[in-house]
């Protein structure tokens, strides 16, 4: 690990002061920490920002809010949150282990990076990592990278399993900086890599995400998390499904869908979302909606199974959801 | 495990020898326990090891307050064992995926490997040595000993820290599938997940 100074605020506003391009914010540490003694992180001063009053779960008439510190574990269990946003409860006990979802944060969650093992090995050329070395895994082993949301220059897949039913279901995060706060959509929040793959958000360097709105809907209540991986537990996503449904009798009357494993962001499948509305929620619905939920993917030697995967896992997410209605 | 290894797989040229060498001078300096604030204060503002200022943490390790001054970039891992020499917490990966180094801060578990010393200020810290009352040991290191629940035994501090956690901090468990699922952060290279398993089940009855 490279040296750095600790520092310890007690408010946004000290956190903030002086914060840029070399500082990092430390809040649980399970990606900060990992990538510092890996030194594909260096900065130069780490700020921990525990101490700060950047906690606390609401839910009010324009939804959940959820402090940028609050644990990934703490949220899970979190009674309103698995009434109200059980996909978003599901997500998270899904995501890691026991151990690690007690210590990340929120905020940390949606900030965590690439688990692509170029990226994380500093001795081979990875444009994310260093930016116009190349990449590494467009030819090399790319098993878990994306189809989605690609280019040249970088496949790294969006490693959040949380962050999925979140731009599904039309998340805004908050940030502050020195200068004041703004509110961004999840969605537009993460940024596709083009030729820029070292730049993932739209966050500044001197900002600090605060917390996240989700707001409320007559479909988040009625949603199920589906994740496929190569073990059953303590692993992260092939494909993932987040979906919400709205119905009226038999009928869809709205519906909201994303993937995780698949992208190099979080993936809104608003396509099948229009296909789905308006439809009785029959197999034949859901297998017809799915059918163009992969158009676009660019896949690789090792992920071509990546599409097909996509579709199916949405088809058994529809399926698990209206037969638990 | 290579203790050659500490500092990571990065270019820093920092060595563990260099690393822990500052940290040893530091020590030197500093009275780990009973210090006054306004020294301790005064030594942390001055103390440097390797041009980068070493921060003073004030923690309580099983029950015990403890004062240590350390480099920011210390693990809690590796100061429960190379400054506390509290070596029952294993380190396996040293990337938070094995779960060998697993403790309990403020109750609940986690992994020490990626916790930075320096953030443990005002917080408790037990690990394995904490566990047993006097030479009575935990119900959950009592069961591992009575089922068996262990090979070479290097994973065993993580597997009781993470299961005590499991029932003690979260509540029992309901059944076997949910032990393995809730367990599953925590890895045997020896495959002694079926006694394990009962292990805990046994265990959870007598915590009740």
Known sequence: MRPYTFAQPRSVREALRGAGPDTAFLAGGTTLVDLMKLEVVTPERVVDINRLPLDGITLDHKGLHIGALERMSDVAADRRVRENYPMVAQALELSASAQLRNMASIGGNLLQRTRCGYFRDVSTPCNKREPGSGCSALEGINRGHAVLGTSDDCI?????????????????????????????????????????????????PNELITGITVPRSPWAAHSLYVKVRDRQSYEFALTSAAVALGMRGRTITSARVAAGGVGTRPWRLTAVERALTGRPATAATFEAAVVRAADGAQPREHNAFKPALLRRTLVRALTELQESR | MNPENDAGHGRSGVSRRNFLGGGLVAAAVTPLLNATAEAEAAEAASATAGGVAQVLVRAAVNGAPVTVLVDPRATLLDTLRERLDLKGTKKGCDRGQCGACTVHVDGRRVLSCLTLAASTTGHEVTTIEGLADGDRLHPMQQAFIEHDGLQCGFCTPGQIMSAVAMVDDEGPARSDDEIRERMSGNICRCSAYPRIVDAIRDAQQVMR
């Open chain 1, 156 to 204: 790294a897949s969006h490693p959040s399993d949380l962050a999925v039913p979140l731009v599904a279901l039309s998340t805004v995060v908050h940030l502050a900086s020195a200068r004041g706060t703004r509110s961004v959509p999840l969605d537009t929040f993460y940024t596709l890599p083009g030729a820029t793959p070292e730049v993932e958000n739209v966050l500044r």
